[in-house]
Nanobody
Framework: QLQLVESGGGLVQPGGSLRLSCTFS????????IGWFRQAPGKEREGVSC????????KYVDSVKGRFTISRDNAKNTAYLQMNSLKPEDTATYYC?????????????????????WGQGTQVTVSS
């Protein structure tokens, strides 16, 4: 069964850190890119970061560069998003997603042929 499950969300003060995890199953890890997306109330879903199946390639949206780090451990079928220096504008529901691409590339945009597997999301709230 193809499945992705996010965990690690919560309430954190501005400047704090959280690490999100995305545990996946049902597919060959090194042939699937993983992406992290977020959606705040009333806003469009935004691609935050992605990592290729073998971990060699990563991308970040400008607003999180230098603060967020994506990684993966295929032996544990888990991808991570380490979020540091969190800001109130990072508040959103965070989703991990996956798509098949047997090359060391990834994209932070969803659409036809991309990110056809999605988790249920985990809430991140940054507030004092």
């Amino acid at each position: 069964q193809l499945q992705l499950v996010e965990s690690g969300g919560g309430l954190v003060q501005p400047g704090g850190s959280l690490r999100l995890s995305c545990t996946f199953s049902g597919f060959t890890a090194d042939s699937y890119a993983i992406g992290w997306f977020r959606q705040a109330p009333g806003k469009e879903r935004e691609g935050v970061s992605c990592i290729s199946g073998n971990g060699a390639a990563t991308k970040y949206v400008d607003s999180v560069k230098g603060r967020f780090t994506i990684s993966r451990d295929n032996a544990k079928n888990t991808a991570y998003l380490q979020m540091n220096s969190l800001k109130p504008e990072d508040t959103a529901t965070y989703y991990c997603a996956a798509y098949w691409v047997p090359y060391p590339i990834c994209t932070t945009t969803s659409g036809k042929g991309r990110y056809d597997l999605w988790g249920q999301g985990t809430q991140v709230t940054v507030s004092s």
